[in-house]
């Protein structure tokens, strides 16, 4: 496959579906006749044109932006969709870790609800309590649903220093709160690194570009520094870029099968393997439900291989791949074309990774990681089972 036309890419995004509220039906089989002589895309365009009230408005970019998203939509898959230049562009912002907002991925649930997959570590989402599972129910005092998902991200974005005002409901009870939450500018450093003893602590937030370098310079500096251990920290990670997934893998896992994507027709279109150089560090896995695709594919193989434990909850469930393409004019089309497969060939879409120690977090957490190490009773048990 060419690297240079296609960008393998496992975040959560979401597909738009514009829908109307009140609505009158006509029936148009005086004006479209014949499928097979009309085009039912030319027909509507020219009725919306000469009859629609505010047609003085209409652009016919906006209509051939419609038509594109709308073909696409008609999939009905979440993570495949036509992107607009300016989409392309925040698509763009998401790979190489930079943009501006609160810090919180989102994603449709199957409820029809705009749901949070994860809050991004150090984000201002995550220090006003937002949290994996939350439902996102106003933005501005704006009513979103999962068909508006892209409306919704657009609307949670903005310029550094000015505020969004969200509606929440709560994940863990059924009250909502009200919450007004500066954006800034987000610097996804994707690699947290830092030591508990003579115990090393890499998290991972996300996957983009950088992320596989990253990685090796944590794990070769906590190594010089004579650590005994290291816990891998996947949880709140939605995911990212699969080139770096497989770079990490790479440096920590013995010579295998990484993983295996199948297209379609139930062929194999790219089969990633590790070498036999790695560094056999004792380790051990941390996710949660806020854990996704290529995040995954990560503990997936680690998992399989038997190679350390995984501790903490049931991951989210994104087993599939996207490609995004480039068009000339900087729109593009994001599409789900392949399936991935761990190392013994399950297949995780919507099933998710069963931990191997099952670990909920204390509920009075105030938030993970190395920085929460007393409250965090995940990292606790991963360090419980490295000691023995």
């Known amino acids: 496959m060419n690297k240079n036309k296609f960008l393998k890419f496992l975040g959560i995004f979401a597909v738009v579906i514009v829908t109307a509220m009140a609505t009158r039906i006509f029936t148009l089989t005086q004006v479209f006749g014949s499928d097979k002589d009309f085009s039912k895309f030319l027909v509507i365009e020219q009725y919306l044109k000469e009859n629609y009230l505010y047609s003085k408005d209409i652009k016919d970019e906006d209509l051939e932006t419609g038509q594109l998203k709308g073909l696409v939509a008609g999939l009905r898959d979440p993570y495949s969709q036509y992107l607009t230049k300016d989409e392309m562009n925040k698509l763009s912002e998401q790979t190489t870790g930079k943009f501006q907002g609160i810090g919180v991925i989102i994603s449709p649930h199957e409820d029809g609800t705009v749901t949070v997959v994860s809050p991004i570590k150090g984000s201002p989402a995550e220090k006003a309590g937002i949290e994996s599972g939350d439902k996102i129910l106003k933005i501005n005092g704006e009513d979103f649903t999962a068909d508006k998902i892209d409306e919704a991200s657009k609307a949670i974005r903005g310029e550094a220093g000015s505020e969004v005002e969200l509606l929440i409901l709560k994940n863990d009870s059924k009250t909502t709160k009200e919450l007004k939450v500066k954006r800034q500018e987000i610097k996804m450093d994707s690699i947290i690194k830092g030591k508990i003893g003579d115990v090393g602590y890499i998290g991972i937030i996300m996957f983009d570009t950088d992320t596989g370098a990253d990685f090796k310079k944590a794990l070769n500096e906590l190594t010089k520094e004579g650590v005994k251990s290291l816990v891998l920290d996947l949880r709140g990670n939605p995911g990212g870029v699969v080139d770096a997934a497989v770079e990490i893998g790479d440096a920590i896992l013995p010579k295998s099968n990484f993983c295996t994507l199948k ?89 998710g990774i069963e931990p191997d120690v099952k670990v909920e977090l204390n509920k009075d957490a105030k938030g993970i990681g190395i920085e929460h190490q007393a409250e965090d009773n995940q990292l606790q048990k991963a360090l419980e089972i490295l000691k023995n």
């Open 263 to 351: 297209n379609n027709k139930d062929e194999v279109v790219e089969s990633y393997k590790t070498d036999e150089k790695y560094n056999n560090i004792k380790m051990a896995v941390l996710v949660n439900e806020g854990s996704a695709s290529a995040s995954e594919i990560l503990a997936g193989a680690i998992k399989d291989l038997n190679r350390a434990k995984i501790i903490g909850q049931k991951t989210y469930g994104k087993g599939v791949v996207q490609n995004v393409v480039k068009f000339p004019k900087g729109d593009g089309l994001k599409l789900t074309t392949s399936e991935y497969f761990t190392p013994s060939g399950d297949s995780i879409n919507k099933v």
